[in-house]
């Protein structure tokens, strides 16, 4: 119940990695035919992505990881075109990966504006618009949230963006090919892309992280599209592989492993979408149903279809994911990257839900390998749980007399958390 943080290989992927381990091992920098062979193989590879996100191959750059890609997206991006502006937007609930970059760039004198999202997790592209200026060099907001799920309008910005540098901001040296003109546009389409149309031309996005193990392709590899035109320094520097951008001799095993995930998720994108959006909606009204006391965190329906994130209310997430773990769910509370601390999560919280409602969250994340007989097991055994660390839970507050509930303002789905309370 956890793909989101991470999925396992694929049997078809894994096959076609191996012969890159052994035999073919070649360095793809090599002029004879060994290093050929791999780097044909990075090229099919390539190919096969730049396919899927309507690109030209030499548009993608192969990273060590998505959390790579984010940082030479905006620290690439950011640093080479600093004559032209200093300001960077993001949205408030950004991967750490986005996050942390800009708070370096900060540092070095980047103004970082953190666009506020709404309480149903969606950006305002209204307020995206009115914050624009001739300062802003880059806009980075994240397709779906690795949280809850929600998923922005990035089609829509993409075109407010076009059309704000279109008569504010044109490229500043006309005559490159293909020029840019400011802010470009990055979206972080980690979590998107086993579901939605990553078509980087529909989307408007001028750079798009992604990364293999979210969609059953190994770990330790992801990816930045670049559009052409793009201005952009590298972050790691050496022998100069992949135009210069990343330097380091490529993984051939996980980049021929990445192109076959991408490929295998995008012939099944359609059905496998259909499927698990059925588990998960039945897994949401089986505990609604049979759990008082529970909200929905995010967008009701603007959301993957494999995601819920819910906040049990009067108990800790931390204390049922070790109960369910000991009966074999794997659960999350948050992101993977969150869960080795008691932080509470900036995502629900820039929701705008209150510090208890956060810390009874739990992420529900469903993948290839759920069936209808996981979803009833989990139905099964959840219920008890709950009553069990209710029973125990100092958080389990009484309405008083004195007390009314408040407006459930910070909530969708209509559920009124009972320790929302306002004194009269
Ligand atoms: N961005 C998002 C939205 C993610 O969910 C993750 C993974 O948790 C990352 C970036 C980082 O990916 P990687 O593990 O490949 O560095």
Redesign the pocket.
């Known amino acids: 119940m956890d793909y989101?943080?991470t999925t396992p290989v694929d049997q078809q992927v894994f096959r076609a990695m191996l012969p890159y381990f052994t035999e073919e091992f070649g360095n793809p920098a090599n002029l004879y035919s060994l290093g050929l062979k791999a780097k044909k193989a990075i090229a099919e590879a390539r190919q096969k992505i730049a396919s899927v996100l309507n690109c030209a191959p030499d548009e993608f750059v192969f990273t060590g990881?998505?959390?790579?890609a984010?940082n030479l997206a905006i620290a690439g991006t950011a640093r080479a075109n600093r004559r032209a502006g200093n300001k960077i937007i993001i949205s408030n609930i950004e991967?750490k990966?986005v996050l942390s970059v800009c708070k370096t760039l900060k540092k070095e004198g980047f103004e970082i504006i953190e666009l506020p999202v709404q309480k149903n997790g969606l950006v305002n592209p209204e307020e995206l618009r009115n914050i624009l200026d001739e300062k802003t060099i880059l806009v980075s907001v994240?397709y779906a949230?690795?949280e809850i799920g929600t998923i922005q309008p990035i089609a829509e910005i993409g075109r407010l963006i076009k059309n704000f540098r279109h008569k504010n901001r044109p490229h500043p040296k006309p005559y490159t090919i293909n020029p840019v003109g400011y802010p470009y546009f990055h979206t972080?389409a980690?979590?998107a892309l086993q579901f939605l149309d990553c078509d980087v031309n529909k989307l408007g996005v001028d750079l798009m992280?992604i990364?293999s193990?979210?969609l059953y392709g190994p770990k330790g590899i992801?990816g930045l599209y670049v559009r052409r035109g793009v201005n952009i320094e590298p972050i790691i520097y050496g022998g100069g592989q992949q135009r210069n951008l990343r330097s380091g001799t490529e993984n051939v095993p996980a980049i021929v492993g990445f192109g076959e995930a991408v490929a295998l998720a995008q012939k099944n994108k359609k059905a496998e979408s259909a499927r698990v959006k059925k588990l998960r909606d039945k897994l949401e009204k089986g505990i609604f149903h049979s759990i008082p006391k529970v909200v929905l965190n995010g967008h009701p329906t603007q959301r993957l279809p494999n995601f819920l994130n819910i906040s049990i209310l009067d108990i800790e997430g931390e204390a049922l994911l070790l109960y369910l773990d000991e009966r074999g769910i794997s659960v999350n509370t948050g992101?993977?990257?969150n869960s080795q601390s008691l932080e509470p999560s900036h995502v629900l919280s820039a929701l705008g839900n209150p510090y208890e409602c956060i810390h009874g969250s739990v992420r529900f994340s469903l993948g290839k390998g759920t069936t209808i007989s996981d979803i009833n097991y989990v139905l099964r055994k959840l219920p008890p749980i709950v009553a069990r660390l209710r029973k125990i839970s100092p958080l389990n507050l009484k309405l008083g007399k004195k007390e009314k509930v408040s407006e459930p303002k910070a909530f969708v789905g209509g559920q009124t958390p009972h320790f929302l309370l306002k004194k009269k």
């Open positions: 989101a943080a990881s998505a959390t790579e984010d991967h990966a994240m949230n690795n972080d980690v979590q992280t990364s193990h979210k992801g992101s993977a990257c």
